[in-house]
């Protein structure tokens, strides 16, 4: 079973900002462009014409489909003290 942490960051490379606005960036990514909410993404890439690496928290790249609802799902964590000597 693969457990989703919706909240971590997927990194994404080759991001072009288009347009930037107080509460969102559009960028082109993987040739789309779409709204990406600031408080959501992370990196250096804030204004009109910035490029390069953009973090993307996992549920908004699901939700604008940039990734599939499995992808970069973290493998379960094992629980520490069972199955073991401690």
Known sequence: MLV????????????RVV?????????SIDGRELWLPRMHVAGKLWC?????????RRWVARDRQLIT??????????????????
Do not use: Y
């Open 19 to 27: 347009r930037s606005t107080a509460p969102a960036l559009l960028c």
């Open 48 to 56: 009109a014409g910035d490029r390069g690496k953009l973090l993307v």
């Open 69 to 86: 609802p499995l992808e970069h799902a973290l493998p379960p964590s094992v629980p520490h003290g069972r199955g073991g000597a401690d």
């Open 4 to 15: 989703d942490d919706g909240d971590e960051f997927i990194a994404f490379q080759n991001v």
